[in-house]
């Protein structure tokens, strides 16, 4: 599958980034704010509050304040201590047996000082009925797997903007309608929905749009800028969560931000590259043609001529057969796929490990997830000026090594010290830039042929693992709490130093077909770069190097 230069010349007269594609941008961009919004907005609607046994005769309600009577002789006589000589949580002395055997709460009270209400509060989500809070995130990050699964597919068959819109509508209805189910289960159903609509079918259509409209020079920017609204859609988890302090509402007014993309019906262009693709050549004439009357250019554009030679390539096309079985048939590019793959899984997990962790970290809950969000913007900038210098594979190799480093270092000192924070930070800031690498690290590895069925695969891994991180979490409740972090650092660092082996992808050509992503980058891994070899040149690339494609299924984080 070679480069369409009609296409690309007929795409080219746009330009880089005019103000048609800077107010397309704002529209499509809008959806990673969103995304990351949802994706997070239970640290907060089903915050778990630090909580201890009801104690009768003492307590009154099940909401107070820990200055209040949690130090109290009375208190302190009915619920035994931890090591650090803190009440414990779920335990509390059996009175009625007149010894310090220990037994199970059978009511809570829950500390008011951050949090008045949530899911966790109302259900009594602690203790042993902890996991049941952990499903819900869970069942909303498998929602984001399976839209990634089925939404990519149905935007490529339909249309990026139907799905995008219908996706966004979607995202309003179920994210306020979310907030008044007073049933578990119906909740479980309703946020798997919005996983499907909000983070998956949105933002990646939102992505899509961006790739195939901006020019090559400003992918890069455009990408790492979706990562960096979505980690404001997580600062503004946090400051609703600080103003909003009924549950209810702070779900309403999460919901509500669907309203961004009411007007995207009608402001929201599709995709001209998929037009063209789709055989709908003069519609997406027509779209570029509006595009170069917005950016003042005054390029004359023959409508006739791209619409007579899109109907003579279509006649004589040949279909690509290739599909993602291909990633597995030969030894060097089943070895890449494999790699990326775990790649994927180790940024996802270490990423959502750390974000979900925050309501566990000493201090204000607001605060450090604002914090944790802001720490992201430093590592995006940053990724920005030295991405196209340094190469995809040290970066990325090196962010993840010190980013499993700070998870397992962090696991070993007290909890609740400004070292510990910080370093849980730094790791935030080191995995948020590795993550976003991936992204453009992917799709320069593998052939045109198979590039969206590999980019589709590795995000299928990194929502897997999303899934899987608010299980791993309760491990630490369950057995140690050092097990978590540990676990997300060693993932880290394995695959850290396995990115070591793959191919240098700055600055080459992209390979085309199976047999040059076979070839490419053979013998070229950091040892032999650091040995000085030069790696193997089995393929034969044109003259021409092709340049980036349009990614017509990526999966966000």
């Keep these: 599958m070679a480069v369409d230069y009609v296409l690309e010349d007929l795409m080219g007269k746009l330009g880089e980034f005019g103000k048609y594609q800077f107010a397309q941008f704002f529209l499509q961009v809008l959806s990673a704010l969103t995304a990351g919004m949802h ?28 200055s209040e009577t949690w130090h109290s002789r009375p208190i302190i006589d009915a619920i035994p201590l931890t090591e650090t000589g803190d009440l414990e949580s779920c335990l509390m002395f059996n009175a009625s047996a007149g010894d310090h055997s220990r037994i199970p709460c059978e009511k809570y009270v829950y500390d008011t000082t951050y949090y008045k209400s949530s899911r966790t509060i109302d259900w009594d989500f602690v203790c042993d009925r902890r996991w049941m809070g952990a499903i819900i995130q869970t069942v909303f990050m498998l929602g984001t797997f399976t839209g990634a699964v089925t939404l990519g597919g149905l935007a490529d068959k339909i249309g990026r903007k139907t799905v995008f819109c219908w996706s966004a509508l ?15 289960f119906s909740v479980m159903v309703a946020r798997f929905l919005l996983g499907i609509v909000g983070s998956a079918g949105a933002y990646i259509c939102g992505f899509v749009l961006t790739m195939e409209l901006v020019g090559p020079s400003k992918r890069t920017v455009c990408g790492i800028t979706f990562q960096a609204v979505f980690a404001g859609g997580i600062m503004l988890v946090a400051g609703w969560g600080a103003l909003i302090k009924d549950r209810q509402l702070l779900q309403v007014v999460y919901g509500l931000h669907g309203c961004l993309f009411l007007a995207h019906w009608w402001l929201l262009d599709e995709s001209p590259r998929w037009l063209w693709m789709q055989g709908r050549a003069a519609e997406a004439v027509d779209i570029v043609a509006k595009g170069l ?15 007579q ?4 390539q279509a006649a004589v096309e040949e279909k690509s057969s290739a599909g993602l079985s291909d990633l597995f048939r030969t030894p060097n590019l089943r070895m890449k796929t494999l790699n990326v793959c775990l790649c994927w899984f180790a940024n996802s997990i270490v990423y959502y490990g750390l974000s979900l962790s925050a309501g566990k970290l000493y ?16 590592s ?69 042929v198979v590039r969206n069925s590999a980019m589709g695969l590795g995000s299928m891994c990194a929502r897997l693992s999303g899934a899987l991180t608010p299980l791993i979490t309760l491990l630490g409740d369950s057995f140690d709490p050092k097990i978590p972090a540990v676990l997300f650092g060693v993932v880290a660092l394995l695959s850290g130093f396995w990115v070591m082996f ?56």
């Design 170 to 184: 979607l995202q309003l209805f179920i994210g306020v309608g979310v907030a008044f189910i007073p049933e578990y």
């Design 502 to 557: 793959l191919p240098e992808t700055m600055n080459k050509p992209m390979p085309e077909s199976i047999e040059d992503g076979e070839n490419f980058g053979k013998g070229d891994t950091w040892f032999s770069q650091c040995a000085g070899r030069k790696q193997r040149q089995d393929s034969t690339y044109p003259d021409d190097p092709e340049q980036m494609v349009p990614l017509k299924t990526i999966e966000s984080k």
């Design 293 to 307: 009357r917005i950016n003042g250019s005054g390029i004359p554009l023959d409508k006739d001529y791209f619409v």
């Design 363 to 378: 201090g204000n809950p607001y605060l450090i997830l604002f914090l944790m969000g802001l720490v992201e913007f430093p």
């Design 380 to 448: 995006y900038i940053t990724i920005v000026f030295v991405l196209d210098r340094l190469g995809r594979r040290s970066i990325t190799s090196t962010l993840m090594l010190s980013g499993g480093l700070c998870c397992i270092v962090a696991a070993f000192i007290a909890q609740g010290t400004t070292l510990s924070t910080s370093i849980v930070m730094l790791g935030k800031l080191l995995i948020a830039g590795s993550f976003a690498v991936i992204y453009n690290y992917s799709a320069e590895l593998f052939p045109t």
């Design 39 to 66: 994706m997070l907005s239970l640290v907060t609607v089903a915050a778990v509050p630090e909580h201890r046994c009801f104690i009768a005769g003492v307590d009154n309600s099940s909401l107070s304040q820990v």
């Design 309 to 312: 030679k899109a109907k003579q």
